[in-house]
């Protein structure tokens, strides 16, 4: 396992995210915690020390599994990650109420790094607020010991990073931004990942493989990858990229499989960074990719608690995407005709609560719309 310095400790260069973990019959917020427990035996017997999980992973239930598959070790074996929820505004003056349950939940007393949670246009304004008294409270428990670093997660603007840096940067330790050879230009990663070299602040990534983009690529674009390391595997060329940026620290996969977890650390045993060629070929490659996305979607599932018709809004996306690529065609049809007609497309009320809480700012109700007009469903 390659490990990075952090100020005085060494951290894994992955880290396990608990975001995907493996789940039963398809249901999100039900965990397969044995599976999940396996996972986690072989990543700390494999040397991955970094665990990231959240208040909103799998319906509330990621801290308790994670919590409960880290207490058979060492305390001081693990570093441990969890979050304040501002991707909801509803929890913004709820941060000491959440916080103490979060211990809880997790099982520890204190947490080795905690972020401010999806800064984004849609709740700067709140963060920055000082009525709800997050900043203060966290600062208070990182002199009392029960948060050891202190740092935040973005999937909004430059613009926003600003403003944030702006008003809490002199505190903010990390940084975890969505970046991957997609997303360099297509969210702007490469001007995200400058602003925090130039005010020293470590990068953590997230979304190495854009929710699984990057592992299930077309055969085109397999064989130009193949072409340059016939040896390397599709997925780890998301993860080569990566490390071939030196502000990064940290590198979280949400795994879902005890199998992808085996394949990512067999990854992370070597960097091998890319060279200037295949840098340039992998982004020419991506621009093109980019090109044909039609929704950015990564299935984080956040929309999904907040949709009052019970949408699958992840899955509807996926199904739309495809569509489009391929200009209409017998797959969406043809799967979501064994949907009942209250979960399909046209269900959608256009209320809008999903894309308040989208970290991709994605108009979900015009999706909708468009796909119902296409299916005619």
């Known amino acids: 396992m390659i490990y990075k310095s952090f100020q005085d400790l060494k951290l894994s260069a992955l880290g396990m995210g608990a975001m995907r973990l493996p789940v039963i019959n398809g249901d999100d917020a039900k965990i397969d915690e044995a599976a999940a427990q396996e996972m986690v035996a072989y990543a700390m017997a494999q040397g ?60 520890v007393d204190y947490f080795d790094f905690y972020l401010f949670h999806n800064v984004c246009e849609m709740n700067i304004d709140a963060y920055l607020d000082e009525q709800y008294g997050i900043y203060d409270y966290l600062m208070k428990q990182k002199a009392a010991g029960r948060i050891r670093h202190l740092g935040f997660s973005v999937h909004g603007s430059l613009e926003v990073m600003k403003r944030f840096l702006q008003k809490y940067g002199k505190s903010m330790e990390f940084c975890q931004i969505q970046l991957n050879y997609l997303d360099w230009s297509f969210q702007d990663a490469k001007a995200k990942v400058a602003l925090l070299k130039e005010r020293g602040i470590p990068v953590w990534v997230m979304e190495p493989l854009r929710g699984g983009r990057l592992a299930n690529l077309t055969k085109d674009e397999q064989a130009s990858l193949q072409a340059m390391r016939p040896d390397e595997t599709i997925p780890a060329w998301a993860f080569r990229f990566v490390q071939s940026i030196p502000e990064v620290t940290v590198v979280l996969s949400g795994m879902s499989t005890l199998e992808q977890l085996k394949e990512n650390v067999q990854t992370f045993r070597e960097e091998k960074p890319l060279t200037g060629e295949e840098m340039t070929n992998l982004l020419a490659m991506a621009d093109e990719m980019v090109r044909k996305i039609v929704l950015p979607c990564t299935a984080c599932r956040y929309c999904t608690s907040h949709c009052p018709q019970g949408l699958d809004i992840p899955t509807l996306l996926a199904f739309y995407n495809e569509h489009c690529f391929t200009g209409g065609g017998f797959i969406a049809p043809m799967a979501l005709s064994s949907y009942p007609s209250d979960k399909l497309p046209s269900a959608c009320l256009g209320c809008k609560s999903c894309e308040a809480v989208c970290p991709q700012q994605i108009k979900i109700s015009e999706a909708m719309a468009d796909f119902a007009g296409q299916l005619e469903l």
């Not at 207490?71 to 074996?77: A, S, T, V």
């Open 48 to 107: 991955v020390n970094y665990y990231d999980t959240a208040w909103g992973y799998h319906d509330g239930n990621s801290e308790l599994v994670l919590g409960r598959a880290l207490r058979d070790y060492p305390r001081e074996r693990f570093y441990l990650a969890s979050k304040f929820p501002g991707y909801d505004l509803t929890n913004m003056p709820k941060v000491e109420e959440i916080f103490e349950q979060q211990l809880k939940k997790c099982g």
